[in-house]
């Protein structure tokens, strides 16, 4: 004989405080789909709304002030003696090659080569230097982090000459005066430097404050070898005050100007200035 079920008499107060919770619980699930729901749109209609803004130098111009306060940030943070860390040589990373923009053709003879330098001090044409005439300059030798703007990072050791030694040898020509002085008054040359592979492939833009501070280098050698040939060689940029896209390959002409100079990939949509 089986036992017979007796059905449980709930309290009529305890009844009414479960079916107010239920109603309230049925509410707020409502409530929170209805809100998920509008999130999504609004995250799908501020996407579209985004990408649908009048470009300002290839970016939405959102994006591009988004980037010009990075920038600005950057400017800010920079000085001439504020030095990138530097680290030993039980630091250095494994050499990682990174596109090869400008620097694809395959019958380029490095033998062969030599660089450009227009507006140069003196000079009524531009001046044409080969790696020796390079390597007379004094040699320097750091081992500086290499950031990517796709967010990985390489320690390097550089071996070239400083940029500002070579500027002092090669000077632009002055905005005032009659003789440029590199050190003592750098404010007195133009506001940028352009360099450009041999095929003109890649080219970068760089502010004179950056491209005179004290790490930044023409080098002929990474971790102690000669530059092979997919990492630019005969001479290629070090510069860690900026991002990976600023320190061209192959440089195959160095231009001093007044004028902003172009920049490959400001042209996609990055932003210019490019500093750490």
């Known amino acids: 004989m089986s036992e017979e079920q007796v059905p449980v008499k709930i309290p009529a107060d305890l009844k009414r405080q479960n079916d107010e919770v239920e109603s309230a619980m049925r509410h707020l699930s409502r409530r929170s789909f209805i809100w998920a729901g509008i999130a999504s749109l609004g995250a799908y209609g501020g996407i579209h709304w985004l990408a649908s803004r009048l470009e300002d130098n290839g970016t939405p111009w959102p994006f591009r002030r988004v980037l010009d306060a990075n ?4 400017m800010d943070y920079f ?5 990138a860390p530097t680290f030993s040589k039980s630091e250095l ?5 990174n596109g090869d923009e400008g620097i694809n053709d395959e019958d380029f003879d490095p033998t062969q080569w030599k660089l450009t330098v227009n507006n140069v001090f003196g000079h009524d044409s531009p001046v044409q230097l080969t790696l020796d005439d ?4 004094p ?3 750091q081992i500086t982090e290499m950031f990517c703007i796709e967010g990985w990072s390489i320690k390097v050791e550089w071996t070239g000459v400083r940029f500002v030694d070579f500027v002092e040898k090669y000077p632009p020509n002055p905005i ?3 003789k440029p002085d590199v050190r003592g008054n750098p404010h007195d040359l133009p506001s940028y430097v352009a360099m450009l592979t041999p095929n003109e492939g890649y080219y970068v833009g760089l502010d004179m404050a950056s491209a ?7 080098c002929f050698e990474m971790n102690g070898e000669p530059l092979s040939v997919d990492h630019g060689a005969p001479l290629r940029l070090a510069i860690p005050v ?11 002409t160095i231009t001093y100007s007044s004028e902003k100079p172009k920049d490959y990939w400001a042209e996609q949509g990055y932003d210019w200035y490019a500093g750490l």
């Open 71 to 74: 920038e600005g940030l950057a």
């Open 79 to 83: 000085g001439p003696m504020r030095l």
């Open 93 to 97: 990373t494994e050499l990682r090659q």
């Open 134 to 137: 390079i390597k007379r300059l």
């Open 139 to 141: 040699h320097t030798t």
């Open 176 to 178: 005032r005066g009659d």
């Open 212 to 218: 005179l501070h004290p790490q930044t280098l023409l």
């Open 242 to 252: 900026k991002y990976g896209v600023k320190n061209i390959k192959r440089i195959g």
